[in-house]
């Protein structure tokens, strides 16, 4: 059975940092694509990053670039979400969520329209002073 599990969210003041992790078991971590969204209340689902299966590649939502960085370990099952500069509207649950590797293309789809084969249960983000 494939899992996502979450860890790392927590409380900060405005302008502190988290890195989230994520990791994955009960499919082949290595050949898919790992990405990073968040729902806060009241709003839709947003794409954060994603990473391609080697790690070569990256994306990130405008809101995310520069403060953000995606990075995966495949030896470990591990995806990971490096935030910097953290903001109130940064305030939301953050998900993982794994593809099977196609196409670039397809992946920058799947980040667009939050469509995933597989997803954690979340870990919360709080950005308060």
């Known amino acids: 059975e494939a899992q996502l599990v979450e860890s790392g969210g927590g409380t900060v003041q405005p302008g502190g940092s988290l890195r989230l992790s994520c990791v994955a078991s009960?499919?082949?971590?290595?050949?898919?694509?790992m990405f990073w969204f968040r729902q806060a209340p009241g709003k839709e689902r947003e794409g954060v990053a994603l990473?391609?299966?080697?790690?070569?590649?990256?994306d990130y939502a405008d809101s995310a670039k520069g403060r953000f960085t995606i990075s995966r370990d495949n030896s470990k099952n591990t995806c990971y979400l490096e935030m910097n500069g953290l903001k109130p509207e940064d305030t939301a649950m953050f998900f993982c969520a794994a593809q099977k590797w196609s196409t670039w293309n397809e992946a920058l789809r799947r980040f667009k329209q939050s469509d995933f084969t597989y997803w954690g249960q979340g870990t919360q983000v709080t950005v308060s002073s």
């Open positions: 009960g499919f082949p971590f290595p050949v898919y694509t």
């Open positions: 990473i391609t299966p080697g790690g070569g590649s990256w």
